[in-house]
């Protein structure tokens, strides 16, 4: 069984509990960052050249955090001590 059609882009920012491996599990919370514009997001999080939709992940510090809480309602506060923080996007899609 393969994907569907692709409906939307979603994209959220995720905390996920920091550990010593490579591999981040799942995140502890996302935060939807749809309301703001994909031209907006550019301007905070600098995109990799060959990807001008934002669509990897890309991991958030204290100022792209505290630019992206002017624009949501549900404010992140972040704890460095103990999450790291990304801008992730998924694709949701129809069911086949």
Do not use: H, W
Request: net charge negative.
């Amino acid at each position: 069984m393969g994907f569907g059609k692709l409906i939307k882009e979603e994209r959220t920012v995720a905390a996920y509990k920091k550990t010593k491996s490579k591999y981040l599990g799942n995140p502890v919370k996302e935060v939807n960052v749809d309301l703001i514009s994909l031209d907006t997001l550019r301007q905070i999080v600098t995109p990799n050249s060959e990807d001008f939709f934002l669509c990897n992940a890309y991991e958030l510090f204290d100022e792209e955090i505290s630019k992206l809480n002017k624009y949501i309602s549900n404010k992140i506060i972040p704890d460095f001590s103990m999450f790291e923080y990304f801008l992730e996007c998924y694709g949701i899609y129809e069911k086949e």
